[in-house]
Each structure stands twice: as structure tokens, then as C-alpha cells.
């Protein structure tokens, strides 16, 4: 493993099983638990570029500014799958600029 020396990282690798307990235990609840992240929202223009999104208060707070629309999401949303119920608001920092 000298090729990689992030796997040489005990703590990291703690963390990594940990994410994937979480995954996996997300998945098997009834209704499943998502992740909601304002970018997989993203409508992609002509052009290539991803056009503005809403920011939507009910899924997430606002990290440092405010503003109608979502520049980054810091930490996704939690929601239930079967009817978007939040159970967790996310991150996302906002602006003003559209």
C-alpha cells in the first residue's frame, strides 16, 4: 500500500467504516433515510453551466450568508424517501447573486 498512504491512516480508516455502517443501516430503515443535497438539484443549462436553485428554508438553514439562491451545500439534508419528510435540516450557504 505505498501507493496509497491515506489507507495507512488508522483514524481515517475508523472513519470510513463508520460511513459505511451509516449507509448501510440508512438503507435498510422502512421508509429509507436520503441524503438531499441542493446540488443534485441542479438544472444543467445549454451552455453546460448549472443554473441557480432556489434556497429552499425548509430543507436547510443558511451556513455563513443569506440569500434567495444556493451557492454550495455544506451538509446534505435528511429526509425519509417515502415522503420527503425532514428529519434533519442541512447546511448550504446562500446568495444573493442569481
Not at 443501516?25 to 445549454?46: Q, R, Y
Not at 439562491?69 to 455544506?74: G, N, S
Request: aromatic share 10%; charged share 25%; glycine share 6%.
Amino acid at each position: 500500500m505505498d501507493k496509497y498512504p491515506i489507507f495507512e491512516s488508522e483514524e481515517l480508516g475508523k472513519y470510513i467504516t463508520t460511513c459505511v455502517k451509516v449507509c448501510l443501516l440508512m438503507s435498510a430503515c422502512v421508509p429509507k433515510l436520503v441524503l438531499v443535497s441542493p446540488g443534485a438539484l441542479l438544472p444543467t443549462s445549454d451552455e453546460g453551466q448549472h443554473e441557480r436553485v432556489a434556497f429552499d428554508k425548509k430543507l436547510y438553514r443558511e451556513y455563513v450568508t443569506r440569500g434567495p439562491y444556493v451557492t454550495f451545500c455544506v451538509w446534505p439534508a435528511l429526509c425519509q424517501s417515502n415522503d420527503m419528510s425532514v428529519l434533519c435540516k442541512g447546511v448550504a450557504e446562500a446568495t444573493k447573486e442569481g
